[in-house]
């Protein structure tokens, strides 16, 4: 079958970097996505990654292993803002996005 | 760029009664879009791919008849949930994909809907 595994949750303080894992095992492998969701609202698109290192884009960034069906994503000098849930996302071979349950970001002073 | 928006943003309904959500591409053409219901401290968990003039392909377990998919143009998606129940009462969320752009497969997503069936 596939599957998606994130930690449920994690606490970091503010000001810290924090990095939060995803493996997976799908049927084929065309991308993998990370999105923020806050509570109560719909996810938003973080970052792309398809091929095998690190992607930046500010503060976040992404990085990805496909031999080993693993990514993070990287936050660094956290603000009380970036608490929010992280979904990874894995797009399989028919294209075909296979969700996360994501992980809880908690943001201490 | 690439904004979708839903309406309503909040609706409570009677037991047995419809409700039409719609979701709309604003900036952009979606040939596909793509409804989502989240239950608390959940993931996503799809329902149907809708195709710009097509009837919607559901997934395995969501009933066709109740759960209605209408993808009448390129910015124009709606979810209609007939006889609602209470067991219907959830988080749905729509998302759209770029027909163009990088990367092509990102889905962007409404902002949601929360209905409560009474």
């Known amino acids: 079958g596939q599957n998606i595994d994130q930690p449920t949750e994690m606490t970091a303080t503010e000001g810290a970097i924090v990095q939060i894992n995803c493996t997976y095992q799908t049927s084929g492998f065309n991308g993998l996505f990370w999105y923020q969701q806050h509570a109560g609202e719909a996810p938003t698109f973080l970052s792309y990654n398809v091929l095998d290192g690190l992607e930046e884009k500010g503060r976040f960034s992404s990085f990805l292993s496909r031999s080993k069906g693993y990514s993070y994503l990287l936050l660094k000098e956290l603000q009380m803002k970036d608490s929010a849930s992280y979904l990874c996302?894995?797009?399989?071979?028919?294209?075909?996005?296979?969700w996360g349950a994501g992980t809880k970001l908690i943001i201490k002073p | 760029g690439a904004v979708v928006s839903q309406h309503p943003s909040r609706v409570i309904c009677k037991s047995g009664t419809s409700v039409k959500i719609e979701c709309r591409s604003l900036?952009?053409?979606?040939?596909?879009m793509f409804w989502y219901r989240q239950f608390p401290k959940k993931s996503l968990m799809l329902m149907a791919t809708?195709?710009?003039?097509?009837?919607?392909?559901?997934e395995q377990g969501v009933e066709k008849d109740k759960f209605l998919i209408n993808h009448a143009s390129l910015t124009l998606s709606t979810l209609t949930v007939t006889s609602a129940h209470p067991e219907d009462s959830s988080f749905y969320i729509c998302s759209a994909k770029l027909a163009e752009g990088v990367p092509q497969e990102t889905q962007y997503f409404g902002p949601g809907t929360r209905l409560l069936v009474l």
């Open positions: 809708s195709n710009e003039g097509s009837k919607a392909t559901y």
């Open positions: 900036d952009f053409q979606a040939t596909t």
């Open positions: 996302a894995v797009m399989d071979s028919n294209y075909q996005l296979i």
